[in-house]
């Protein structure tokens, strides 16, 4: 890992709709308000995922309204509680999973590391 | 087996057990008192476990039982507790004398014995007393004013009541007990080692003596037919990527094929008690086939030289910084100096062994696995959390963050948590893996070792003009935080000054060494050193006064740092300033000692150490309570800086709250916010500001509602709870052609004066006195602030004058050259409190900067005093001697 080949360790810096939006390098948010449901549906069609329909929102607006009050992730008790989603469906609802589908498109940003 | 009869804290027990039984493994497993601690592998270097026994203090792990017979042993939890505490216990907590707070029950026993035999004791009298007793946090000076103190209260003069703060006194610039502090004063704050898990496994690991080499072969057929053994774990057995991926997915959980520095984990093997799980680990037979060892960044660098990591080259990180052009100006300079410098691996060496254990909780959910959790000594549970998720591959995971015996930048990165983590899921069983001393050491980060190849150069006006700086650091085995360090050493390479031609370039290199990662201040104390050497030495060169030339150069409002970022404010002549009447008289006591064997000398070096990185987000969460009380949610780790006071004391500042109303929750990741690392001196900073963002909104909805509770804000249709954001404006890498661009948002700025002695036949440097002028805003907790700039000057001269880690060779406290109080020198601090206008309150950290410029002060004042310039640390009396000796 030279300079350049070293950037994939870097975070990235995308202009999105006329507004600089960073990412970390496995392209979760840095910042939680970045988020807008037009970045998200961008986010959504970069993975594969045509059209977010209700209970991609479902999943992703409890996500947003836990993380804005506690500052970290649901637990998978409280999202299947606040979603009425089994686990399974969960899972398989998002390419990614929870943890790097629907934490990523929601825009909650990975714990952070040293900077 | 041996009948014997003890009375411990007044109550008579009897034992019929091996002679040789240490009274610590009595203590600590048979009558679970776990105030006496073990740290140094039994071998009475460290005092943790002092206890009293007959009226004297006896190091427990030397006791044995079969010389114990009707003894009278007291432990610290057999003198108070927290309700009702010991005046001596007391004295710490109100002395300051309480960091992490491992080695203080044996402090505390050590001083008890001599406060029973002589009730006044002097300085001297106390480190005598003393020195069998080791801190890495204090700098032993609070220690020693801890005992005064304890004296004065058993003497009936003093009482705690007449200087214990009030709850209710205020948040800043009070010197509140840390929340902790009676807890860790009385043996009831539990360290991981400390909680009993009832039928768990005990482990044993098998890591490699060799820096690098293939696995051939592992037989562990006998091994696990031995007594007691559930069984032996290997790479194998692991189901996630057993990759601990903290940048870069380099470093395993247990090695597959082979094995890259003196330490490397192979094998676990788990059985009912220790002693089996360590005799089964004797019977695994593994064959290892020698590999070229990389030694150092030349060899690794060297034509033809094995790649070590199959998917990484050698060379892991290459970062050039250009501002201006420094060539050109090197050429019109007036005066240029030249010189190599080089810094040693070292151990960070918190007291407390790498100590995890792992349990089951039971799902109450048919459709969930049950849940591991880890119980460590983490910094960063959330994201270790997930590093540990992915390499075990076991989702329901949650950490919790037991006290943490001092860690200084070690636990940065997962250590013990991975194989026993590792081990809980193979097993399906809880395990412990309380590692000794000399594994933990071999199995942890190190400080990196820096080569720096430095020019630095000023105008006939004394003006700096242009600084080169090409340094290489050796990376060791695994890439952990590693860039980082590198981008953090070029973000303050100009440190206080303004230098307007750069040329640098940080290169990281893989080698078969021990892996390097954070250790306080990771990164600029070693790039620091050698540009607060080369300051002297071109001060010397032009025969400017070192402070002058400091101060001459001194970076300002409106100039830009390395970086190419300017800067806003800068309050550093004013610390110059501050500390010039100091420095005058040092020079002028000095002087009568310039000829002779033994000559004193006096050094200064500064410091401007950034906070708040680019990028940098921090969260808080904050709820007000049924009472009127407030919680505070946020995974702010404190191993020891004081974290705790500056989470309770801003709140009680900004919302008019008594202390006793403050609840902290840290500690778990199930119910605290992810605010980031206790690293890179950004707790107050970043969480801190966080917090103020949460309580000015719980303040706001109170205000609106007219609310006093939780439940009075819920009634007016508002939330109780409320998120915090710190997020820093400047964000983005620095230019990869250039290293120009972001750059902290905050600095905490420093100077340091060194007083000491060097003997011109032996070598030897003996340090008198360590003087700092620091400016980190406003203080919240006086009595933190100067614990942290102690502790952590006894730091910097220990990483200035003795210590370093030699793989194989560096095994305990005593090969370490762990700084004892012995070795106690005079500090004295001078604080400046410039408000940070984008701080919490206005303040910013300082847990690092307080040994950034110690080595490099000691090192200018060596020279000061004997003529030679030592550039390779440490300096040790054989460095120093020979340097005299050439220079004759």
New interface residues.
Partial sequence: ????S??D???V?RIIGQRQI?FDNEGFL????DWTEELCIMLAGECGLAELVEKHWRVIRFLREF??????AP???QL?KGTGM???ELETVFPGGI?NGARRLAGL??????? | MKKVRISVNGTWHEWIAEPKTALLDLLREDLRLTGAKQSCDRKGQCGACMVIVNKKAVRACLARIADLDGAEVITVEGLGTPENPHLIQEAFVLSGAIQCGFCTPGMIMATKALLDSNADPTEEEIIKALRGNLCRCTGYTKIIEAVQLAGRFLRGELSPDSLRPLPDQGGLGVSHPRPSALAKACGTAHFTADFRLQGALELAVLRSALPHARIVSIDATTAAAMPGVAGVMTAADIKGTNTLK???ADRPVLCRDTVRYIGDPILAVAATTRAQAEAALAAVKVELEPLPVLDSPEASLAPGAAQLHPD??N??????QVKGNAQEALRSSAAVIEAKFKTQINHQAPLEPEATIAYWEKSE?A??EDKLVIIGRSI?I??H??MLQAALGW??MKYVEAYSGGQFGIK?DVISEGIAGAAALHFRRSVRYIPSLAESMQMTSKRHSFALDVKLAADKEGKLTAYCNDFVVDKGAYYS????VVHRALLMLSGSYNIPNVDARGRLVYTNNPWGS?ARG?GPPQANFALECAMDMLAEKMGIDPLEFRLRNSLKAGQSKSTGRTVTEWPFPELLEALRPHYLRAVQEAAPFRQGKIRRGVGLAAGAFGIG?????????VELDDDGGISI??AAADPGEGNDSMLSQLTAEFMGLSMERIRLHTRD??N??????A??SRITYMIGNALIDALRQLKAAMQEARAKTGAELEAAGK?R???G?K?NED???LD??TGQGPSFESQVHAVQLAELEVDTETGKVRVLKMTTAVDAGPVINPQNLTGQLEGGMDMGVGFALREEYVAGKTKDWVTFKFPSIKEHFQMETIIRETPRPKGPLGVTGIGEMCMVPTAPAVINAINNAAGVWICDLPATPDKVKAALARKE
Wanted: aromatic share 8%; with cysteine.
């Fill in positions: 890992m030279t300079g350049s070293a950037a360790l870097q975070p810096v960073v840095n910042d939680f308000s993380y804005a009050g506690h500052g970290r637990l998978n008790s299947k089994s686990l399974l943890k940003p990975n714990p952070k590391t040293c900077s | 903290y940048l870069v990484f080259p060379l892991c990180f290459n970062q050039p959910d459709e969930e960063n959330h994201f959390l997930a989702e329901n940065i935080i590693g860039h980082v954070a990771a990185g680019p990028g940098d987000v921090s969260v808080a969460s949610y946020a990741t199930d605290t916010a992810a605010s980031g690392p690293a890179g939330s709870r409320y998120l954001r997020k964000a983005g890498p990869t052609q």
